[in-house]
Every structure is written in structure tokens, then in C-alpha cells.
């Protein structure tokens, strides 16, 4: 069994969990392959900084949440505003600043970026970021990549002049039509990719708000079923099988108020509870399919 520690990420790469320093360049290395008790060092990507046409307007630009940090003012003497990013306010989109990231990645120890994945109205959200950047950056080869689908609702949060008002711009949930085309998109645009991130050559895709799946769907047997469809999908495109992860928001619990039955009966193994931010007494848990030795250890957001 090996371990895969999950860090937090926005634009760059900032490692979060302290120790990380002490683990070795042999214990860090891509392979997939990786010796029992080794280490994988995974991050989360958030692509916000690109030109989405979906966002526009809630940015009224063209940079995604550039726009909100370059204009940035300072609200009280002393505070800096607007912060400059090292690299300039780059496009991650851009090939060639995408290069940039993988390579300090790697020579970091970061072997795996987790992009957020979106699905909003029947249409994907913040591909391009992966699809224009990662995948034409010339040493994309050099990490590996899996995708976390971000199912939760969109809400005017991102809406600078509206984002006291938490309303729903578009909800996260999807029926089962949209599931399959989920699914579909997924496996064939994504994991067939040889970058991306296996365990026992499976797949790992990971899902934000499994309640929030399983309201969709219509209750948990209907998100069993949804679920074994996805495992057979990825089967037949010639994989030996799915590595799903589940975390542990709004799942619901069963008559014993026991949420693991609940995953289990769903077709996943352990759960792992972790915290979500230091300052922060709410628990996140991972929860991975047993029979693939995986055990998330640490995540930090």
C-alpha cells in the first residue's frame, strides 16, 4: 500500500502539509508503479484563470478571477492591494504557462494534479484549462492528473455584486441523462489521456458532493445503478475497472444514521475523515473502493 497526500492549490503550487520536505526524491517519483510505503503527492488545481465565455458575466472580462485580483483596491491604510502574481498574470490556458507549472510541480515533489471539473445546464464548464493547456504542454508527461467533478452549485458567490445574496445560478445536481453524458465525455476525453492517474491501472475520478449526486439521481439505488453503469462504461473502454472517491458532504445517513452503510452500499470501501481548513472544526472524509490499497492521508484547502 502506498500513501497519496492531497494538498490545496489555486493558480500556483503552494505545498501545504507540513513534513513534506523530509519525504525523498525516490518516495516522490511519478512512476505508477510506486513500492509499498511510498508516498504520491497529489494537488488540487482550480482552473479559474482563463477565459471561460460562461463566466463573463459575472467577471465582465476576460481573465476569470484574474479580473478580481488585478483590480483589487486596498480597503484601509496599509493593506496591499492589488497583490501581483510572481509570474505576471498569465493564462493557463497557454500552453507554454502551462509547461511552467508542470515543470515546478515535478522538480517540487507534486506528482498528481486533482482538476476541478464542472457540469453545469447540460454543458461542461472550465475544460479549457485542461484541454488548451495541460494536454498541448510538451511535458505533460512529466505528471499525472485525475479529475475531482465539483457537482455543487453555483451560486452568485462568484458574482462580486451579488455575492451576499447566495442564490443559485445553476444547480449542481444531474439527472441520469446528464450523468451518462458525464460519463461519457469523461472516460473518452480524459482518461484514455496516458497521463492520467491510475491505481492497478483503474481510473481515479473523484466526486465532490455525493449527496448532492445521489439527490440528483433520485436516491441511492438509482445512484448504485448510475454508479455500476459508469464501472461498466470504463470496463468496456478497455480499463480493469473504476477507482471511484466520494467526498463526504451532504451524504446522507441510513436508519442507524451510519453514512458509511450508505457508501458501501454504493461500492465504496474506507473512509477517511479529514479537515478541510486548519482554522476550521468541519470534517471532510475521502472515501476510496477498498480493493485498490488507497488510502488518501492528508488534505489541506
Not at 2 to 14: A, M, S
Not at 23 to 47: N, R
Not at 232 to 255: E, N, R, S, T, Y
Request: hydrophobic letters at 35%; aromatic letters at 12%.
Amino acid at each position: 500500500m502506498y500513501r497519496l497526500i492531497v494538498v490545496g492549490v489555486f493558480c500556483v503550487f503552494v505545498v501545504l502539509i507540513q513534513g513534506c520536505t523530509s519525504i525523498s526524491k525516490k518516495q516522490l517519483d511519478k512512476s505508477q508503479g510506486t513500492p509499498s510505503g511510498e508516498y504520491k503527492v497529489a494537488a488540487y488545481y482550480w482552473p479559474a484563470y482563463h477565459d471561460e465565455p460562461r463566466w463573463r458575466p459575472f467577471f465582465r472580462g476576460t481573465e476569470g478571477e484574474w479580473e478580481i485580483i488585478r483590480n483589487a483596491k486596498p480597503k484601509f491604510e496599509g493593506h496591499y492591494q492589488p497583490h501581483v502574481p510572481l509570474w505576471g498574470f498569465e493564462d493557463e490556458s497557454d500552453p507554454n504557462v502551462m509547461e511552467k507549472k508542470i515543470e515546478t510541480a515535478a522538480s517540487h515533489g507534486v506528482n498528481i494534479l486533482i482538476f476541478d471539473w464542472y457540469w453545469y445546464e447540460g454543458q461542461p464548464f472550465l475544460e479549457k484549462c485542461i484541454d488548451e493547456g495541460f494536454f498541448k504542454a510538451r511535458n505533460n508527461d512529466k505528471i499525472n492528473f485525475y479529475l475531482m467533478w465539483a457537482n455543487h452549485d453555483a451560486t452568485t458567490l462568484w458574482d462580486l455584486e451579488r455575492s451576499h445574496k447566495r442564490e443559485i445560478i445553476w444547480d449542481g445536481k444531474v439527472d441520469r441523462a446528464n450523468f451518462d453524458k458525464v460519463v461519457d465525455r469523461v472516460i473518452e476525453r480524459y482518461m484514455k489521456h496516458p497521463s492520467y492517474y491510475k491505481i492497478d491501472g483503474k481510473p481515479v475520478f473523484s466526486i465532490y458532493e455525493l449527496g448532492t449526486l445521489i439527490e440528483g439521481l433520485g436516491g441511492e439505488e438509482k445512484t448504485k445503478e448510475a454508479l455500476d453503469s459508469f464501472r461498466d462504461k470504463v470496463k468496456k473502454a478497455g480499463f480493469p475497472g473504476l477507482h471511484l472517491q466520494a467526498i463526504m458532504f451532504k451524504v446522507p445517513a441510513d436508519k442507524s444514521g451510519n453514512r458509511d452503510n450508505t457508501l458501501r452500499n454504493l461500492g465504496f470501501g474506507q473512509c477517511d475523515e479529514l479537515p478541510v481548513v486548519p482554522h476550521h472544526s468541519a470534517k471532510r472524509r475521502i472515501c476510496g473502493l477498498g480493493d485498490a490499497e488507497h488510502k488518501a492521508m492528508g488534505t489541506v484547502e
